[in-house]
Nanobody, 115 residues
Framework: QVQLVESGGGLVQPGGSLRLSCATS????????VGWYRQAPGKQRELVAL???????NDADSVKGRFTISRDNAKNTVDLQMNSLKPEGTAVYYC?????????WGQGTQVTVSS
């Protein structure tokens, strides 16, 4: 069973930055996709950013140019650098990894963008 532990959430003012980190209990080479999703109150969970096959990235249009996903294979972590945050970015952010035949989620970390 793979465990994912997110950290780095909190309260930030509009225009500010946060860096989320996801520590995985397994090697990142075990997963063909690693990424971040978010769920705002009353809305469905949506993709934020994804690294596929260790190379390509796929970011939601709403975060392009502001959010950057990265992975550290030595530390088995997946980070999300979020800049120029907007109030609509308020949500619970979830780490997600996909292996053949299995999908794993973290417990989520709250990000609140408010003045």
């Amino acid at each position: 069973q793979v465990q994912l532990v997110e950290s780095g959430g909190g309260l930030v003012q509009p225009g500010g930055s946060l860096r989320l980190s996801c520590a995985t209990s397994g090697s990142l080479f075990s997963f063909y996709a690693v990424g971040w999703y978010r769920q705002a109150p009353g809305k469905q969970r949506e993709l934020v950013a994804l690294i596929l096959s260790g190379i390509s990235t796929n970011d939601a249009d709403s975060v392009k140019g502001r959010f950057t996903i990265s992975r550290d294979n030595a530390k088995n972590t997946v980070d999300l650098q979020m800049n120029s945050l907007k109030p609509e970015g308020t949500a619970v952010y979830y780490c997600n990894v996909k292996a053949v035949g299995a999908i794993y989620w973290g417990q989520g970390t709250q990000v609140t963008v408010s003045s």
